[in-house]
């Protein structure tokens, strides 16, 4: 294929596909070893995760906060307290959320386990 291109082109074409070429090997070896992945989440000093399904499904898509908050309509901080004080959404928010990961509601939204892990993280 690089045959046919090189013999349909003109020298200027040529030119421009030789500098297209270097342009992209320059940005490979900037990028190399650097990974990927940009990691969306710190690691949580003084919070804790109560919802981590929530947390493990938006990781998993590498989504952040704040996307998911846009997608559903709600301010960031209501998400955050979705994953971090374990508060429970309204049914049609949970509906919104839930088909946004693609993952049901028994799962993302389990009223007893996140109840048995805030009360497992705020003993006294």
Avoid: H
């Avoid at 070429?21 to 990028?31: H, I, V």
């Avoid at 993952?103 to 009360?119: D, G, M, Q, Y």
């Amino acid at each position: 294929m690089l045959k046919m291109l090189v013999k349909n082109t003109t020298v200027k074409g040529m030119m421009a596909l030789a500098r297209n070429l270097d342009e992209l090997k320059e940005q490979a070896k900037k990028n190399l070893c650097k990974g990927v992945r940009v990691l969306r989440f710190r690691r949580t000093k003084t919070w804790k995760v109560i919802n981590r399904y929530l947390y493990g499904l938006m990781f998993a898509e590498d989504m952040k906060i704040a996307e998911l908050a846009a997608l559903v309509k709600v301010r960031p901080r209501t998400v955050a307290a979705w994953i971090y004080e374990g508060t429970i959404p309204k049914q049609e928010t949970r509906e919104k959320v839930c088909e946004i990961l693609s993952s049901p509601e028994t799962v993302l939204f389990n009223e007893e386990e996140i109840k048995a892990r805030k009360n497992e993280f705020y003993k006294k």
